[in-house]
């Protein structure tokens, strides 16, 4: 595709919910990353995935958050048993390598309510 | 103290001025990379730097590894510069940012 797109746009669940958030990344970028902006808040790294190599999960809040990365290309981020403090808009990016210039997805909005 | 701090939080100016936002980092860095984003929109690379200068249109943007400090600089601006600046520093691949720069550029 053009751009690194992200699906759904937007997301309203209840708390306790699980949601599952996709990314599909640039074709042929080996990095992807997430990342989380909560209102009014600066940008949070959660994970990044590179090639076939295990992610660094380092920014990931807490056991409910997970992410997998499926051939290599579309990425899902799980969070489970969601709580309002999980409301943020959720961001993908991808670069060709790790370190590369990173290209941002539209972002998922999502609301715990 | 943030790894990352950005300064000012918040500039207004006025169309035409020469802006300089500032990026101070005190973790290990592969390279500085400068974020744009626009009020409701998404997020644009503008530069991925690990020493000297670079220059792209109207934005230069600069490095010093020694001191662990990078500049952003608009030349002439306008208003469509308005936006969020963020500056993060990578190492590998994650990220640490800033808060981010509030630029109102007034015509």
């Known amino acids: 595709g053009a751009g690194v797109s992200q699906s759904p746009s937007n997301k309203v669940t209840e708390k306790g919910k699980d949601v599952e958030l996709r990314c599909d990344p640039i074709?042929?970028?080996?990095?992807l990353y997430w990342y989380r902006q909560s209102l009014g808040q600066g940008l949070e790294f959660l994970i990044y995935?590179?090639?076939?190599?295990?992610?660094?999960k380092s920014g990931l809040p807490s056991d409910r958050f997970s992410a997998e990365r499926t051939g290599g290309s579309v990425s899902t981020l799980t969070i489970q048993r969601t709580q309002q403090e999980d409301s943020a808009v959720y961001l993908c990016?991808?670069?060709?390598?790790?370190?590369?210039?990173?290209?941002f997805g539209p972002g998922t909005r999502l609301t715990v309510t | 103290k943030n790894e990352v701090e950005q300064s000012p939080q918040n500039l207004t100016a006025q169309e035409g001025e020469f802006i300089t936002i500032n990026c101070s980092y005190s973790?290990?860095?592969?390279?500085l990379h400068w974020l744009q984003q626009h009020p409701g929109g998404g997020i644009v690379s503008l530069f991925m730097?690990?020493?000297g200068k670079k220059k792209h249109g109207r934005l230069i943007a600069t490095i010093n590894i020694q001191e662990k400090h990078s500049s952003l600089h608009i030349t002439a601006s306008h208003p469509r510069d308005s936006a969020v600046y963020i500056c993060?520093?990578?190492?590998?691949?994650?990220?640490?940012f800033g808060d981010g720069t509030t630029l109102t550029v007034k015509p």
């Open positions: 730097l690990s020493s």
């Open positions: 973790v290990g860095i592969s390279a």
């Open positions: 074709s042929g970028h080996t990095a």
């Open positions: 993060a520093a990578l190492n590998a691949g994650k990220s640490t």
């Open positions: 990016a991808s670069s060709l390598v790790t370190g590369g210039e990173q290209y």
């Open positions: 995935f590179q090639g076939n190599s295990a992610p660094d």
